[in-house]
């Protein structure tokens, strides 16, 4: 996994004091990363690739350069693992490493249901102008549950 921030129409620091009392606020926008956004992006949860998945997917978002590959390993209708790699930003891969633990155990029905919202939810929130990368990790399960449901119809 790659970590590199590829967003570069958007100078970001992942996490940034107010200017103290007399200081000037910085010229370019900063964003503003809660903890949890900041420990998900530092230590993503569910990182690697499945052999022989049951279901795959890479998407991408060509307006910032982000980039998910993402495999799913079913047994019984039910997510027993999940494992994803991303090119991306902070925000991409926080949103990602979420959308993954969200997923863990959750029976497919339920998993195409989880939203880009579930996912910003469970991080507490993240910046406005980042939230088009919770996308990336909710388009990328669904994806691959496709792709597990179209393999699946193939072995019948």
Not at 11 to 24: H, N, R, T
Request: overall charge negative; charged content about 25%; aromatic content about 6%.
């Amino acid at each position: 996994m790659q970590s590199e921030d590829t967003d570069e129409h958007c100078p970001e620091d992942l996490s940034a004091d107010e200017p103290a009392p007399g200081e000037q606020p910085p010229e370019e926008p900063v964003l503003f990363y809660n903890e949890t956004v900041i420990d998900h992006f530092t230590s993503p949860r569910n990182v690697g690739e499945i052999d022989n998945p049951d279901g795959f997917a890479l998407v991408g978002d060509p307006a910032c350069g982000d980039q998910m590959k993402l495999w799913i390993r079913v047994e019984g209708g039910y997510i027993l693992d999940i494992k994803f790699k991303s090119f991306g930003c902070p925000g991409a891969i926080a949103t990602s490493s979420m959308a993954t633990m969200l997923a863990m155990g959750m029976h497919i029905d339920d998993a195409r249901l989880l939203t880009d919202d579930d996912v910003v939810r469970a991080l507490g929130g993240i910046p406005a102008n980042k939230e088009h990368c919770s996308l990336m990790g909710v388009g990328a399960l669904h994806a691959a549950i496709r792709d597990y449901e179209q393999r699946s119809s193939k072995k019948l």
